[in-house]
């Protein structure tokens, strides 16, 4: 159902390239190729704006060796309804508020946008927004991350995370006599 | 990175930077857990350049505070109540905030306390650490003393204060440059924004009756700003049903603008001292000893009870001496600022909810109270008989 609604929504970002023709094709590791608007792309993703700028965009479709198509189905994704969204608010509002925070809050469509993803879709886009430099993106991602490491014990966001402890019994005590007066719960 | 078909993404594979992107939005209580997850982590956490970074970036929360006071001959010991990352009461005792301290500044991270016991106390209230200035043992933070803070009378000869830099031997004494007096007024306090510390003088020639004077810290000089001009104004005590909120755009110019137009819904409903506005909120009160926020939304708001959302009622408090500080939750260390990591106390943690146990006695005394006069009354009332 999911890869449906990306193929509907990657069918109607064609038809909207056809209209306008301004499109990048973007080609993913294992050779799909996908497109996004221009603007959007020149807009979100700092190394995208470089080759746009820098005329190495390819027009049977860019070469983006280091990200896989679910990956990168996700990326064009998350430009098209960034450019259909109008900002918030809140958004606006905390602009002209005294203390700016770096870090905006996800919008509502950003928070499900990255809560439908897989444990390791999410991964995958978090380094693909790396790779752009798609600052936005990344921050929506991390968010979305450091939120599941919330309210868990370190064996449980071992778990999740899949880290291996490499912690001695006697280290992990030392830390924990340490750490006896700390303002936390366990 | 080609497609992996490993089982699970770990974070791990992620580059460090990464990593240190998603740990810095965590509250300071979890990046303490954190540390126990693995080496890597506890090596990111406990990095100064990280504890920098995420104090930068950590919400900005009230801190609550009522100093310690005595009424109808009962105490009230001085307690702070601390709200975590989503406007909640914490439920952790700031064990660090003792029944005799005062509360004299937060800045980024750290609180600035006295007594009159004790010298001043320089503590971390998320991570419980805490040093004493007594015997003056990076150049960033400062404490700043009022040489008669105390004295009520007589007002208008203070001409110096005290500057101590943490971590340096001695208190250095910073003159007026026009000799005009320093003393602030009580009631709006000394407040530190940006690098600087800003208080209200008496000034006879303003229309306000009041100028401001800044102290920067860096360079520590001192500069007196005019108020901004206004046709219509006067000042005013704990009773406002209009706020506007202005601000400083420029120290050099001393230039000025309205930011916010408030509306308050009625007089029961006031706004406490020091910091009131915490990014796009204001903290406000009422008669009835509740604490609010409300959302600043465009420049003019009118505050509607509807859309108070409620923080805690302060029980037997009372609301003249609350007092409210801007602070945040960081990891912020004090083992630069001592010798050889001498003086530093760790006070170990107390669950201890606001309205829970903290009350718990003062309810009991009171109710031993009351039997007593019961008793008393019903003697009265056999003598009578």
Known sequence: ?186 | MEVQTTKKKCVSCLPEEMLEQILVRLPASTLLRCRRVCKKWNSIIRDPQFIMAHLQQAPRCPLIFFPRESRSKKLYPSEAILFDEDWAPSNWNASVIEPDDLLSASCNGLVCLYSDKTTIKIANVATGEFLHLAKPVTKEYKVIRFPCERRSFPVGNVNFIQVYTLGDDKWRNVRSPKAQILDYEIRPGVINVGGAMYWLVDDKESSWGCTVVSFDLNEEHFEWIRMPNHNDLYRTGVFVVKLEIWTLDNKIDQSWSRKYNIQLPSLHVRIPNHFFIYGDKIAIYDCHRNMYFHKLMGQSIEIEDSKMVKLLNYGSRFDTMLQSYVHVKSLVGLHAYSRAGNGIVRRPKQLEAWGLKKWEKWTLDLSSLMKRWINIHQFEHLITV
């Open chain 1, 1 to 186: 159902m999911e890869v449906d609604k990306g193929k509907g929504e990657a069918e109607e970002t064609r038809k909207v390239a056809e209209a306008d023709r301004d499109t990048v094709t973007l080609k993913s590791s294992d050779g799909k190729l996908f497109e996004v608007s221009k603007e959007a792309a020149a807009r979100l993703s700092t190394v995208l704006a470089g080759m746009i700028a820098g005329g190495s965009i390819d027009d049977n479709g860019t070469d983006l060796k280091q990200i896989g198509s679910e990956a990168l189905e996700n990326v064009v994704d998350y430009c098209n309804k960034h450019a259909n969204s109008i900002p918030s608010a809140a958004l606006i509002s905390s602009s002209i508020s005294f203390n700016t925070a770096p870090f905006k809050e996800p919008e509502e469509w950003e928070r499900k946008f990255v809560d439908r993803l897989s444990h390791d879709a999410l991964f995958d886009l978090v380094e693909a927004a790396n790779f752009l430099g798609m600052e936005r993106l990344l921050d929506v991602t991390c968010h979305k991350i450091s939120e599941m490491m919330k309210g868990k014990s370190p064996d449980q966001i071992r778990e999740v995370f899949n880290i291996k402890n490499d912690y001695t019994k006697e280290e992990l005590e030392e830390i924990r006599q340490e750490l006896a007066w700390a303002f936390y719960d366990d």
